[in-house]
């Protein structure tokens, strides 16, 4: 499944949550959602560059200081110098997504204008490794008032992927901050996430993501 249609689904799941809570039900659930950047660590960091990534999150209020989430997360690098020479191709970039099961313990109650959480999951994690090179593509290119004509711009090709899909785990820390009097809170968080392999090393990283939960 491509990246766009994991992210609309998760998307359409996270606006039709509400629909048909009353404000009690709501409250017992949670969603949020942020970016930011990705670095490679141990073995990872000898062939990574440092990324980015997105996440997405929703789940249960068990208690004002305990949430049973699901969680989405995707990571993207891309290769550096020195992994580019192993394979000799001009370019190349690894891809992980991942879903778990992800329990988030608060340090103060929920509704704390300032509070501070435990977190930390597991679950199925989906890696993708693609090598490029450049080539000339030709297509066609329509404007209103000059008509159709071909044009050529230069593009990356995949000469060569694999892809595998391991089970992994990840536990990490982060702080929120409510805003105002409603219920939506600014959150950074750091978690440190492990992808296991059957050949070499496992995979891990730590991302960094700044979001809003609700």
Excluded at 6 to 13: N, Q, R
Excluded at 18 to 44: C, H, T
Excluded at 106 to 123: D, E, I, V
Aim: proline content about 5%.
């Amino acid at each position: 499944m491509r990246l766009s249609s994991i992210i609309f689904l998760v998307c359409l799941f996270t606006l039709c949550l509400p629909v048909g809570l009353s404000a009690q039900g709501w409250d017992k659930l949670n969603i949020s959602a942020g970016g930011g950047f990705s670095e490679p660590v141990e073995n990872a960091g000898e062939s990574l560059d440092t990324g980015w990534n997105i996440d997405f999150r929703g789940g249960y209020n068990a208690t004002h200081r305990l949430a049973l989430d699901l969680d989405f997360n995707y990571n993207r690098w891309n290769l550096n110098s020195a992994a580019l020479a192993r394979f000799g191709e001009p370019g190349g970039d690894v891809s992980v997504w991942s879903i778990s099961f992800q329990p988030m313990q608060r340090l103060l109650p929920r509704r704390s204008p300032l509070n501070a959480y435990l977190t930390g999951g597991f679950g199925l994690y989906h890696r993708n490794l693609s090598l490029t090179q450049p080539t000339t593509v030709t297509s066609l290119f329509c404007d209103p008032f000059f008509g159709c004509f071909p044009v050529t711009f230069t593009a990356d090709q995949v000469v060569a992927s694999v892809n595998n899909w391991k089970p992994g785990f990840n536990a990490g820390a982060g702080v929120e901050a409510r805003l105002g009097a409603s219920r939506a809170r600014v959150f950074g968080e750091a978690r440190y996430q492990r992808m296991f392999t059957n050949h070499g090393a496992d995979l891990t990283f730590v991302p960094v993501t700044f979001g809003i939960r609700w």
